[in-house]
């Protein structure tokens, strides 16, 4: 079953990002990554007997079958996006009856090394999601060091990673100047940096939530050779961004820059209104549950985020925290250029 | 998160003395051709462990965990981690990062 949905956001994104070219092969691992994630995701359900379980009950009497709730109706919510389970004859979706319509699909073939390469590791996270479901446990939750190796993984795959450069992209920091300063907040392990500091020359302050991520992103950084005094980090939570900047003693910050970060906090409405306290522009680039954007929910979420948000929850985010400006793009990727 | 001032690591096989910039949690540090020294920063910034780590194919101090090697990030060359670990080639500053950050991932570990 073809699943173009990645692949189009990737073209889309190009277009936002100023024409940034995608390369073929990556298009085209974008399209098998959705089918192997597909398989992957609905071969675990089957196996652990998910379907059988919900088979003509309702979501409400299903969701009491399993201790991770906010897991379950998101997978539902996948499922029925996907095709493979329809809720039907009942006054609203919690009332109705749960129908599988869609068997298992049949095994994809990756053609590509970037889909290859990317179906171990979301097989790896995946095998996480019956504990999950059923006892609540991520038990390949980042908090752990060595599952940090899972989430620098996903977003070091091919696809991943150029969806993200497309995004820091769109956003612009190019226009910040050389003796500026950005303040960067990403997906726990610094997978934005290499990409911000390859954008700006300003100097980036990156705040990470724990001393292990902040090595990691140092470390990677050194690989890579584009650890300097360019850049600099700071431990501490996002949603006490104001006073980590402060007591930092940065001066004046530019732009904070706020990629695939907001799903990792538990209060993603603070994290933007402390971001406005440090800088009067905030950019945005986060992806919402999608068609395209699920797996990267299924495995954040298996790694210890929460779940992707839908464009209206940022939108209310966005507005409490005294944020406007021009939005990009809201679905499958909430893309805002804010000032406070 | 480079830990504040540079300490003094006595190589645990030769006994040679470095300052090298340690950073808190794994760090790798070369030391000869055949041996380098694995030390470990605690989160206050103190050196809490120094091993010696051989580096030769016999007797390799560290060891990369093969069931790992998916999760390897794609700037850092497995073979050559090889062979700096089983001494055949000598560790540049990319190499060193390479080896710490894999240490710190759980993907390569000391031989114990």
């Keep these: 079953m073809a699943r173009p949905a990645l692949a189009k956001l990737l073209s889309k994104l190009s277009g936002t990002a100023g024409g940034a070219r995608v390369p073929s092969h990556v298009q085209k691992a974008a399209s098998e990554v959705l089918e192997i994630c597909e398989y992957r995701l609905v071969l675990t359900l089957d196996s652990m007997g998910f379907f059988r379980d919900v088979e003509g009950i309702s979501p409400a009497e299903a969701s009491l079958k399993f201790a991770d709730r906010s897991l379950f109706f998101s997978i539902m919510d996948i499922l029925s996006q996907l095709g493979y389970v329809s809720v039907r004859r009942g006054f609203g979706f919690m009332d109705g009856r749960i129908r599988q319509v869609h068997d298992l699909p049949p095994s994809p073939m990756a053609t590509t090394p970037e889909a290859i390469e990317f179906d171990s590791v979301f097989t790896e996270i995946v095998s996480s999601l019956p504990d999950a479901l059923r006892e609540g446990k991520r038990s390949l939750h980042v908090a752990s060091a060595e599952n940090k190796a899972l989430l620098a993984k996903l977003y070091d795959s091919e696809v991943f990673k150029t969806l993200l450069t497309l995004e820091v992209k769109s956003l612009g920091i190019s226009d910040v100047p050389p003796h500026g300063v950005i303040v960067s907040l990403g997906p726990g392990v610094g997978a934005e940096l290499p990409i911000v500091l390859l954008e700006s020359d300003a100097r980036v302050i990156s705040v990470l939530s724990s001393e292990d991520d902040a090595r990691i992103a140092e470390l990677t950084l050194s690989g890579l050779g584009l650890m300097s005094d360019q850049v600099k980090f700071v431990v501490g939570q996002p949603e006490r961004l104001h006073r980590i900047i402060e007591e930092a003693k940065t001066g004046p910050v530019d732009a904070v820059v706020v990629v695939h970060a907001l799903h990792w906090s538990n209060a993603p409405e603070a994290c933007l209104r402390n971001a406005s306290k440090v800088s009067r522009r905030v950019l945005v680039s986060q992806p919402v549950l999608s068609e395209a954007t699920w797996p990267l929910s299924i495995a954040s979420y298996l790694l210890g985020s929460n779940i992707l948000p839908k464009p209206d929850q940022i939108d209310f985010w966005v507005n409490s925290a005294g944020l406007s400006g021009r939005t990009l793009m809201s679905n499958p990727i909430y893309l805002a250029q804010l000032v406070r | ?112």
């Design chain 2, 1 to 112: 998160m480079s830990a504040p001032g540079a300490r003094e690591i006595t190589c645990p096989i030769c006994g040679q003395r470095h300052r090298p910039p340690l950073s808190r949690g794994w760090n790798f540090v070369p030391c000869s051709q055949d041996h380098g020294i694995v030390v470990f920063v605690d989160s206050g910034g103190n050196v809490r462990e120094v091993h010696g780590a051989s580096l030769s194919k016999a007797s390799s101090g560290l060891v990369l965990e093969e069931g790992k090697l998916h999760l390897v990030p794609k700037w850092i060359n497995v073979d050559r981690i090889r062979a700096v670990i089983e001494g055949k080639a000598s560790p540049t500053e990319a190499d060193r990062a390479g080896i710490s950050l894999l240490l710190n991932l759980g993907i390569l570990k000391r031989r114990t």
